[in-house]
Structure formats: structure tokens, C-alpha cells
């Protein structure tokens, strides 16, 4: 097995299942932007239907900033995945994580979160499900 993917795999549906995948990522790494780094900021307060008082507060603020840890990961983990193993099946794992915590999050807090959070990785899953990677 070659250290990093062979690209010429899987075809141009192939390239598009990867460009999704990424996409996941950056949304991933940009969720965790907004609570490790600007936890406070009239974005997260928006994003995350939150007064920024409460932001502010210490203990929601270390929570946040916890959270963004495994949301920066999450995306490390599918990047990884994609580039550097290749493997199919970790993404799909990792795809079908963040879609069952998208689900919960829809059905315990804001039903909003189900597209907002998990609408691109269900659209990724069903292209890598289909198409490879």
C-alpha cells in the first residue's frame, strides 16, 4: 500500500466523493474555529443560538473550547482517512458518527442541526457509499 492515495482511483465521481469529504473537514475545522478560538463572538453566538453572556461564561466557555478538540479531530481523522490511509471504510465510519450525532443533536436540542451539521455528510456518505473514494 502507497503512503498516500493514489488519486487515480475511483473515477471523476471519485474526485467528487473526495472534494465532499474535505468539505466535511473544513466544516468540521471551522465549527471548532468557532468554539476553541472565537467562542465568544457574535458568529458563534448566531451559529450556536446562544447569548454571547452565556458564551462568556467560564464554564460554557471550557465546554466549548473541549468540544472544538473533537471537532478539530473529527476532521483530522477524515483527512487522514482519505489521504494518508485510504481507507474507505474509516470515512464511512467517521461519515456515519457525524450523522447519528447530528441526529440526536436535531431530536434532543434544535432540529436545525440535523442539515446544518449533518446535511453534507449524509450528501458525502451517499456519494462514497456509491461512487468510492
Known amino acids: ?3 498516500i492515495y493514489d488519486f487515480t482511483q475511483g473515477g471523476l465521481m471519485g474526485i467528487v466523493s473526495r472534494v465532499l469529504v474535505v468539505l466535511v473537514a473544513l466544516e468540521f475545522f471551522y465549527i471548532a ?3 476553541i478560538y472565537a467562542t465568544t463572538s457574535q458568529t458563534s453566538s448566531k451559529v450556536f443560538g446562544l447569548p454571547e453572556s452565556e458564551l462568556a461564561r467560564k464554564s460554557v466557555s471550557v465546554l466549548f473550547k473541549n468540544q472544538g478538540v473533537y471537532n478539530a479531530l473529527i476532521g483530522v481523522l477524515l483527512l487522514i482517512n482519505l489521504f494518508f490511509l485510504g481507507y474507505a471504510t474509516g470515512v464511512v465510519l467517521l461519515l456515519v458518527f457525524i450523522i447519528a ?6 431530536l434532543t436540542s434544535n432540529p436545525k442541526i440535523l442539515p446544518m451539521q449533518g446535511g453534507l455528510a449524509i450528501i458525502s456518505l451517499i456519494f462514497v457509499l456509491i461512487f468510492g473514494i
Open 33 to 35: 474555529y468557532l468554539e
Open 101 to 106: 450525532v447530528a441526529v440526536y443533536g436535531a
Open 1 to 3: 500500500m502507497a503512503l
